[in-house]
T-cell receptor, first 113, second 112 residues
């Protein structure tokens, strides 16, 4: 079964805190792991992505940590801001999937001022 | 426009009616995808078109669902004999066949 499992389902963080969202996958053929951000009424948009040849990728306040042996990856949002309040989806893809992404269930993040 | 365009943005229909949802991808994008997002659920893959290849229909939930892509551009997702469980946001995305997906804002379908 080609699944991506995401947790938690919802997350409340105080402004300035660290938000952490976790994902686990099953298919070892996956080789592309993006995170998407979705605001209400909008389509998801790519936030940051990683390939398994590196263990960490950082872009501004957003960092992906990747653990190939555990088949897990996570998104860390440093200095979380109210504007970060959105739904976050992890995803995975591999050559056998063509270009399609398999998405996790989503995490609704709320950052309180 | 430069982005993925979907229409209608909202559709309310009665159970048993057929509906058509349209997607206009980014110009030049060879791949087009349909996903479904139900309340509180993740993004469920439905179907994927890549160039002139046969579409990947592995995510279509029943034979009431079908999609076509004409001329390698615009796509229409058709749901026949709609049921209440079909109520969801239907999202279209496009790209060059790999990497970042560019999503439209979705078509919200409500089946009464």
């Amino acid at each position: 079964q080609q699944q991506v499992k995401q947790s938690p389902q919802s997350l409340i963080v105080q402004k300035g805190g660290i938000s952490i969202i976790n994902c686990a996958y099953e298919n070892t053929a996956f080789d592309y792991f993006p995170w998407y951000q979705q605001f209400p009424g909008k389509g998801p948009a790519l936030l940051i992505a990683i390939r398994p040849d590196v263990s960490e990728k950082k872009e501004g306040r957003f960092t992906i940590s990747f653990n190939k042996s555990a088949k897990q990856f996570s998104l860390h949002i440093m200095d979380s801001q109210p504007g970060d309040s959105a739904t976050y989806f992890c995803a995975a893809s591999g050559f056998s999937q063509g270009g399609k992404l398999i998405f996790g269930q989503g995490t609704e993040l709320s950052v309180k001022p | 426009g430069a982005g993925v365009s979907q229409s209608p943005s909202n559709k309310v229909t009665e159970k048993g009616k057929d509906v058509e949802l349209r997607c206009d991808p980014i110009s030049g994008h060879t791949a087009l995808y349909w996903y479904r997002q139900s309340l509180g659920q993740g993004l469920e893959f439905l179907i994927y078109f890549q160039g002139n290849s046969a579409p990947d229909k592995s995510g279509l939930p029943s034979d009431r669902f079908s999609a076509e892509r004409t001329g390698g551009s615009v796509s229409t997702l058709t749901i026949q004999r709609t049921q209440q469980e079909d109520s969801a946001v239907y999202l279209c995305a496009s790209n060059l066949g790999a990497g970042e997906l560019f999503f439209g804002e979705g078509s919200r379908l409500t089946v009464l």
